[in-house]
C-alpha cells in the first residue's frame, strides 16, 4: 500500500521543539508572554525586517493524560533591536495568554509548528505523562529533548515514516484529515456490504493490500508494522463510510449514546485483535509453535504462549523453554497485568506499539523482569539507554526459533 498520505510533512513545513522554562509558563516568574531561544524561528518563520512584526494565526493545544485543552490566539514574530542598528537582532516570539498558556508548567514539551497555510500550532503536552509518548513520536522526537533553545526540524526530517494508527487521535486533535482511497471503500463495499466483518477476514484483507504478502518480504519488525498500519488506515476509512450511512438515518438523543459507545468499543477491541492476529500471522511464517490465549493459573489469558499450553502443563517441561508475550497496542499502566500472567514464566515479554514511553516505566519493567519489545521503526523516539534495552520483533523471534531447535533435541517433548 501507499502510505504517502500518511506523512507528517504533507500538513506541516517545519516544527521547533523545546522544553518550557518557568520564565516562559510561570506568571509569577515572568509577565513578558514570550517563549525564548527563538533563532530557530528564523528557518521556520523568515526573518522579520525594519520593523516588521510577523503575525501568526495560530491553534493552541495543551495535552495532558486526564485533561485537554485548546484555544484559538496569535504569535508575534519580531526584532526588539531593529532600530538600533549597531547591536545584534534580538527577536522575541510573543503569545496572547489564553486558557492553554495559563495552562502550560515548567518542563513540558512545547512544539510549535507551521502548516502549509502559514499558520501555526502550538502545542504543550504534559511532561511525564503517557499522551507526551504519542506527541514525541508524531513528531520524530525524543524524551532527552532539551530545555533553554529550540530543536529546528524543517519538512526534510518530519517526511520520515507513515504515521502511526497508535497517534491517529492526535490528528483528530490537530484537525488533520487523512483522505482515504475510494478503490478501497469500494472493493470493501462490494466484499463486506454495510458491516464489518470478523476480525480474522479483514485482518486478512488487510495483508492482501499491504506492502507484504509474506513475513519473509522484508524484516518481521517492518512486516508487523505494515501489516498493522494498513489495517488500521482501511478500519478508517470503511468506518467513516458507514458512520456516514448511519448519520443519515438521524438518532435519537440515547441511539446517539448507544451508537456512540459502540463505535468506540469497536476501536479498542478490535486494534488489539488486529495486532494479534497479525502476529499469529507472522508466527506462521516462521513456523513457529504458539497458543493462543490458552489459561493458565487462576484463569488467566497470556496473548501467546510458546511453545503451547501442552507444554506448559507439563511439570517435566524444562520452563526456561517456556516464553509467553503480551500484546498491547498501546502501554500506558495497563503494562502490570501481564505480570500475572503464566507463573511458570518469570521473564515475561510484552509488545507495544507505543513510542517514547518513559524511562520511569520502562525502569520499573527491568525491574519486574518484563522484556518490552516494540518494531523497530519506533526505537528511535526513545532515549538511547533505553534503545540498548528494547527488543525488537526480529529479536523475538530469534529467540524462539532457537528454543524450538532446543526442544527438537529434547526427545520426551517433540
Known amino acids: 500500500m501507499n502510505w504517502s498520505t ?13 522544553r518550557l522554562s518557568a520564565t516562559e509558563s510561570d506568571p509569577n516568574t515572568s509577565h513578558g508572554h514570550e517563549f525564548q531561544g527563538v533563532r530557530a524561528f528564523t528557518e521556520l518563520f523568515g526573518k522579520p525586517t525594519g520593523g516588521e512584526k510577523i503575525i501568526i494565526p495560530t491553534r493552541f493545544i495543551y495535552l495532558g493524560d486526564d485533561y485537554q485543552q485548546a484555544a484559538n490566539g496569535e504569535l508575534t514574530f519580531y526584532d526588539s533591536r531593529w532600530n538600533k ?28 509548528a507551521k502548516d502549509s497555510n502559514e499558520h501555526a500550532v502550538v502545542i504543550v503536552a504534559q511532561t ?30 518530519l517526511d520520515i515514516r507513515p504515521i502511526p494508527s497508535t497517534v491517529t487521535w492526535l490528528l483528530d486533535i490537530l484537525d488533520i484529515q487523512i483522505s482515504a482511497k475510494t478503490d478501497y471503500l469500494t472493493e470493501m463495499q462490494e466484499l463486506f456490504g454495510s458491516s464489518f466483518p470478523d476480525t480474522f477476514t479483514f485482518s486478512a484483507f488487510a495483508r492482501s493490500k499491504s506492502n507484504y504478502k509474506n513475513a519473509h518480504d522484508a524484516s518481521a519488525d517492518d512486516v508487523l508494522y505494515d501489516w498493522y498500519n494498513t489495517e488500521d488506515y482501511l478500519f478508517r476509512i470503511f468506518e467513516e463510510a458507514l458512520l456516514a450511512q448511519r448519520i443519515e438515518q438521524g438518532f435519537t438523543p440515547d441511539s446517539f449514546v448507544k451508537y456512540a459507545l459502540s463505535v468506540l468499543n469497536r476501536r479498542k477491541s478490535r486494534a488489539g485483535q488486529s495486532l494479534e492476529n497479525h502476529l499469529s500471522q507472522l508466527f506462521d511464517n516462521y513456523n513457529i509453535q504458539y497458543s493462543r490465549t490458552p489459561i493458565t493459573e487462576a484463569k488467566s489469558k497470556p496473548d501467546f504462549l510458546f511453545p503451547s499450553i501442552k507444554h506448559y502443563k507439563n511439570p517435566d517441561f524444562p520452563s526456561e523453554l517456556l516464553h509467553m508475550l503480551g500484546v498491547k497496542t498501546t502501554c500506558k499502566d495497563r503494562w502490570r497485568q501481564v505480570l500475572v500472567e503464566a507463573d511458570r514464566i518469570p521473564n515475561k515479554h510484552l509488545l507495544t506499539l507505543q513510542g517514547a514511553i518513559s524511562v ?3 525502569t520499573e519493567m527491568q525491574l519486574h523482569n518484563l522484556q518490552l519489545v516494540v518494531p523497530k521503526a519506533l526505537h528511535n523516539s526513545y532515549t538511547p539507554q533505553q534503545i540498548n534495552w528494547l527488543m525488537s520483533v526480529e529479536d523475538f523471534i530469534t529467540i524462539l526459533l532457537d528454543c524450538q531447535t532446543q526442544i527438537k533435541h529434547l526427545l520426551p517433548f517433540k
Open 360 to 362: 520511569n516505566q520502562t
Open 85 to 112: 542598528p549597531h547591536r545584534a537582532a534580538e527577536y522575541r516570539l510573543y503569545y496572547t495568554d489564553n486558557i492553554v498558556t495559563k495552562t502550560m508548567n515548567a518542563d513540558d514539551c512545547l512544539i510549535i
Open 128 to 157: 511525564e505523562s503517557d499522551v507526551l509518548s504519542d506527541v514525541l513520536w508524531l513528531f520524530g522526537l525524543t524524551q532527552d529533548i532539551k530545555s533553554g533553545k529550540f530543536e529546528y526540524k524543517p519538512t526534510t526530517e
Open 6 to 18: 500518511g506523512y507528517l510533512s504533507s500538513y506541516f513545513k517545519g516544527i521547533c521543539a523545546k
